[in-house]
């Protein structure tokens, strides 16, 4: 199935100059390893960094400012941000770089019961920016309602995800932010696994679910 929902030009934009945390790198990462539509972008978007790099004039700068901009830019990058294998193309549910990340394909993996027919992995990173994390809702699981506190990538791997009028398929990417108040679910058939990345805590509505929140780490 051809993917329909993409990395918007942002992220993709940040992704190429390095600017992105380690894990929405990662989901851009595991996203280009499914979709030669944004591989092509994003090798667009690499030349046209390269080229206003080359193009920018090169100015003097005394010593000390050369060494202490040296110095930020070596604190800087802690966490190399994983990049797409150079031959992407796999017949893995799971493809690198998140295989890696997970230490094998789904059948290799072991779930944490997050709650009722929610499973979940959560994925370790170096960089505590966002976090990341695996997680299977069997088919037909509604997600509590909720609001978001920051931005949450969120990347189809199997079966579906139905957000209002949207159906979601493997490879496909959704991004929401503060103003996204909504309630997901499983589509009909296979599980959905999905790959979701979130910056700030989600908002539930439920007493309940909020109730639960901080023992599970969303
Ligand atoms: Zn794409």
Redesign the pocket.
Known sequence: MT?KF??SDDILLSYSAGALDEASSLLVAT?LAL?P??RARNKSADSLGGYLLESLEATPVSPTMRATVLSQVKNEVTSPAPKTPSRPFTNAIIPDPLRSYLGGDLDDLHWNRLAPRVQQIPIDTTDHRSKARLLRFQSGLMVPSHGHNGRELTLVLTGSLCDRDTVMYR?D?AETDERTEHQPFAGPGEDCVCLAVTDAPLRFKSVLARLLQPFFGI
């Open positions: 993917i993409h990395i996203h979709c539509h944004c490879g990417i």
